[in-house]
């Protein structure tokens, strides 16, 4: 399911994402304590979280709270204003690094670890397209970041926006075939083992002339185990089930031959 941000009213969404407006108080008697939008928004964040996108709702975040839907409706206007907060408000967590002209590749591949786990810390965020950016503080915080870190790389401007939109989507690509892996087994009620051991006889068994039909990717797995791309795959990566490992070791290389892109663009610059 794909989400798509900014549907709310532009005015009252971005005047809530920067804080812009006193925020509203509560009248009448009695000493319940107010809500407020942080609140609002951390109880939406944690509903997602472990719930999925699926789960948010008014509603939903209201009972969280001990309050009715219509309580937050004096906050947040309504769900697509607080999905806008939400995605803003855990975008906080993205790294904040400075450049290292000296180190550039060192520091891109610290802050793509380091946002491939934030986003798989919240894998509901990555069902927000970004084809239509929130534009709130924490998102433009985020990528300032990369860009500054692009910049150290010495690379003109027009290549420093195609990488932003090259990085950007690489990792949030390698966090969904995480979070994919993660939840593959309790989605469908079989675990990956069995999976591939029911399905793998069975194409045997109906395609015999499987690798006639398809010699380049039978050629693959003709020529042996994966050769190990330069560097070292993260420490525990052992423990971690096959399909998870495999996706966090693909993303290790492409990220590399990223990298190695970069550089080669750097030498060929006069």
């Known amino acids: 399911m794909v989400v798509f941000a900014g549907q709310g009213d532009p ?15 509560r009248g009448g008697p009695g000493p ?14 944690a509903l997602a979280d472990e719930e999925g996108m699926g789960a948010l709702s008014m509603r939903a975040v209201g009972d969280r709270l001990g309050r009715t839907a219509m309580a937050l409706y004096t906050y947040v206007p309504g769900k697509s204003e607080l999905l806008d907060l939400m995605y803003d408000a855990v975008h906080a967590e993205l790294p904040r ?13 610290a802050w793509a670890g380091e946002a491939l786990e934030f986003y798989v810390r ?48 690489f990792v949030r690509g390698s966090a969904q075939a995480v979070a994919d892996a993660r939840l593959a087994a309790a989605a469908t009620g079989s675990s990956d ?7 793998s006889a069975a194409l045997l068994e109906l395609v015999p002339d499987f690798a006639e039909r398809f010699p380049a990717v039978s050629g693959l797995e003709a020529e042996g185990p994966v050769e190990p791309y330069p560097g070292n795959a993260p420490e525990g990566a052992e423990a971690v089930p096959y399909p998870e490992r495999e996706a966090r070791e693909t993303f290790r290389v492409g990220l590399g031959v990223l990298l190695d892109g970069i550089e080669a663009a750097r030498a060929d610059r006069p």
């Not at 990555?126 to 990528?143: C, D, I, K, M």
């Open 193 to 199: 083992e069995e999976w591939w051991a029911a399905r």
């Open 32 to 45: 319940r304590p107010r809500l407020s939008v942080d609140a609002i928004v951390a109880a939406a964040v």
């Open 122 to 169: 919240h894998p509901w965020v990555l069902q927000v397209s970004q084809a239509r950016p929130v534009l709130g503080p924490h998102e433009y915080a985020g990528l300032d970041t990369l860009v500054t870190l692009l910049r150290a790389t010495g690379l003109p401007a027009g290549a420093v926006r195609r990488l932003v939109g090259t990085l950007f989507p």
């Open 97 to 109: 690094r400075e450049p290292d002209p000296d180190d550039w590749r060192g520091a891109l591949t």
């Open 11 to 25: 005015r009252r969404s971005l005047s809530l994402l920067w804080r812009a407006d006193a925020p509203p108080t």
